[in-house]
């Protein structure tokens, strides 16, 4: 019962029905007709009379046509009616009894009245109750009122909560730079005016992301220029001069890392099935040309969707980052069912299991004193998750049984 649209619908349906079933209720009350005790008044009244006009009963009374019969009138008794009757006959002083009874099979109610001599005088009663096939018409009635409820609070549900369906498509569709996909601006006005607010703020997102991503760009890029100059005085340092240029070599190394960084960020390439198999090769036998100690286990043959020059630069970061870490690494690659899996294991040190979900922050150290024992600025992972999110695939570490790290990647494979 969490589910609003839920809430919704009942909250109508009962609402409506409650609303119907108090009408329903007066309907009947209005139905029913008069009670017994005004129905049945003038009926006594008319016996009285009638009583006076059966030839013998009352003397000197004329041959007036009257219904006599030898036996009451046949039908189901109205207990009630006949009560009510029997009461008024006594308060107006004629001596007979009645029974009320009503018709089979047909509406109407008929008077039969106790004569001597085991006669029954037959009145007509008037029967102001509902018609028996009321009933069944007022059920089916009801019941088309329940179902018209039903539908129409689904629909008005549905109305009502469509902005909030709106807003839930919206995140879900937020791509991997952070940015919403824009929303049809239709329908009422205000699924509009939600729509619209959430255009707005997507243009504003991304125009602040942008310009974010500019400004670490454009930092960047200006540390060249003092980096240069301060590299120059360097060499003509007598002092510490290894010392100042292995500390300019590292700026260096964060300037352009941060700026390959908004670059994966602002310029993409084409997505296209890349031979995943014959892209690892690749890489294994470039960074194995540079002196790291890089195997390949079993490749299976297996393509994916993504652009192949951020591809090769994220599986690259990857490789190099374990192959330096974790003193060389294995690569395999598997396709099971619709997925190919892809996993980078080294022998080294590992991450400490509390660090592991910090590994893919931007500079990232494992050493909390940010020693550096090797070469780099700390964004090789980031910028291969930022790679790898975007064009569909995911990327966990864990550590592994005996030592090392594990990295693993699975994108969706193309058939």
């Known amino acids: 019962m969490k589910s609003l649209r839920r809430r919704l619908i009942i909250l109508l349906v009962v609402s409506i029905v409650g609303v119907v079933g108090l009408a329903t209720i007066v309907a009947i009350k209005v139905l029913g007709g008069p009670s017994p005790e005004l129905s049945m008044g003038p009926v006594a009244r008319q ?43 006594q308060e107006i002083g004629v001596n007979a009894s009645a029974v009320v009874t009503r018709n089979i099979g047909g509406p109407g109610m008929v008077a039969s009245v106790a004569l001597p001599e085991n006669r029954w005088m037959i009145v007509d009663a008037p029967d102001f109750g509902p018609p028996r096939d009321a009933w069944f018409v007022l059920s089916g009635w009801i019941t088309l009122i329940v179902l018209g409820a039903t539908a129409v609070s689904v629909y008005f549900t549905a109305v009502l909560v469509r902005p909030l369906e709106m807003l839930e498509t919206a995140v879900s569709k937020i791509g991997s730079d952070g940015v919403l996909a824009t929303v049809p601006e239709e329908g009422s006005a205000e699924v509009r005016a939600t729509a619209h607010a959430l255009n707005q703020l997507s243009a504003r997102l991304k125009t602040a992301m942008e310009s974010r991503m500019r400004l670490v760009a454009a930092a960047g890029h200006d540390l060249r220029t003092p980096m240069t100059r301060m590299r120059l005085r360097a060499e003509f340092l007598d002092d510490d001069r290894d010392k100042w240029l292995h500390d300019l070599d590292e700026l260096d190394r964060i300037a352009d890392s941060a700026i390959r960084l908004v670059r994966e960020e602002v310029n993409q390439d084409a997505v296209e099935p890349v031979d995943l198999a014959k892209l690892v090769r690749e890489i294994a036998a470039e960074v194995r040309s540079l002196g790291h100690a890089v195997s390949t286990d079993h490749l299976d043959k297996v393509s994916v969707r993504a652009g192949s020059l951020g591809l090769r630069r994220a599986l690259r970061n990857l490789i190099v980052n374990a192959a330096t870490h974790g003193k060389g690494c294995s690569v395999s690659l598997a396709a099971t069912g619709d997925q190919a899996v892809l996993t980078i294991a080294d022998s080294g040190p590992g991450i400490p299991p509390e660090l592991l979900a910090k590994a893919f922050e931007p500079f990232f150290r494992v050493d909390p004193g940010r020693r550096q024992s090797v070469p780099g600025a700390g964004l090789g992972l980031a910028i291969a998750k930022e790679i790898i999110e975007r064009y569909g695939g995911t990327i966990t570490l864990e550590n592994r049984t005996g030592g090392g790290l594990s990295q693993t990647v699975v994108f969706a494979a193309v058939s």
């Open 47 to 89: 016996i009285q009379l009638m009583v006076q006009l059966v030839p013998g009963h009352v003397p000197g009374a004329g041959d007036a046509p009257v219904n006599v019969s030898d036996h009451p009138a046949d039908g189901v008794e109205d207990q009630r009616h006949t009560h009510v009757l029997n009461h008024i006959l």
